[in-house]
Every structure is written in C-alpha cells, then in structure tokens.
C-alpha cells in the first residue's frame, strides 16, 4: 500500500504545492514542484524530516539574561525535545561571539549548537 503526503514546499518563495507518493519499496515520487529543489524537499520531508533548531541559552554574570543560538545544520526531526532539553540545562560565560560553538554533538545528532549573537 502506498501512501500519499500533500506538502507546501518551503525552500524558496514560490511555495510549490506538492504530491508524494512514497511506495511499498520505500521509493517516493515527488509531483507539484517546479524546480529540482522541491523534489529533494518532498522526499526527505516524508522519509526523514529535519529542522534546524533555534532558541536561546542563559548567560551568567552578564546584563543580557540570555544569547541566541542555533544547530549548525538541520536535525532530525524526532530530537527536536531532546535538543531542547539539553538547551535548558546550558550556561555560557562571557564574552560569547557569532559562530561559537556553545554545545558540541547536542542530543547525540552530531551536530553543534552555536551563537547566533556576540556578547561582551
């Protein structure tokens, strides 16, 4: 049995509507975009969906409470909660500067959390 997804496709503004049909074999067939970019967006939305996450992490001794950050790359979606939980759990001292990596590897996805933002 073969299943059928309908997804806007979000990697450029035209926001093609597409089709997916992923098959008993695993294979998908992507229908609705109008550039290659939207095929790879529909296959890897339904055969393994990742975000890139941000938020932010606290910051001791400084005026500003908190510093942005974000994973360094896209995640899977089903570590979202644990990245998140990590993220609670995180204190940076200062000064913290754009493109430091704040955790490394965060929730075994190997990918880094970073700074978003300097502060002195």
Same mark, same amino acid.
Request: hydrophobic residues 35%; aromatic residues 0%; charged residues 20%.
């Given at each position: 049995? $073969?299943?059928? #997804?309908?997804?806007?496709?979000?990697?450029?503004? /035209?926001?093609? *509507?597409?089709?997916?049909?992923?098959?008993?074999?695993? !294979?998908?067939?992507?229908?609705?975009?109008?550039?290659?970019?939207?095929? /790879?967006?529909?296959?890897? !939305? #339904?055969?393994?969906?990742?975000?890139?996450?941000? $938020?932010? /992490?606290?910051?001791?001794?400084?005026?500003?409470?908190? #510093? $942005?950050?974000?994973?360094?790359?896209? %995640?899977?979606?089903?570590?979202?909660?644990?990245?998140?939980?990590?993220? !609670?759990?995180? !204190?940076?001292?200062?000064? /913290?500067? %754009?493109?430091?990596?704040?955790?490394?590897?965060? *929730?075994?996805?190997?990918?880094?959390?970073?700074?978003?933002? $300097?502060?002195?």
């Amino acid at each position: 049995m $073969s299943t059928e #997804v309908k997804l806007t496709c979000i990697t450029c503004p /035209v926001g093609c *509507a597409l089709t997916v049909r992923l098959d008993d074999a695993g !294979e998908t067939t992507v229908t609705g975009n109008k550039c290659p970019r939207g095929a /790879v967006y529909g296959t890897k !939305e #339904v055969t393994n969906p990742t975000r890139v996450v941000t $938020s932010t /992490v606290r910051v001791a001794g400084g005026t500003d409470q908190v #510093v $942005s950050v974000k994973t360094a790359t896209d %995640i899977p979606k089903g570590k979202i909660t644990d990245c998140m939980r990590a993220l !609670e759990q995180v !204190e940076v001292q200062l000064p /913290v500067h %754009i493109g430091d990596i704040i955790v490394e590897n965060i *929730a075994d996805t190997g990918v880094d959390i970073v700074a978003t933002r $300097s502060l002195r």
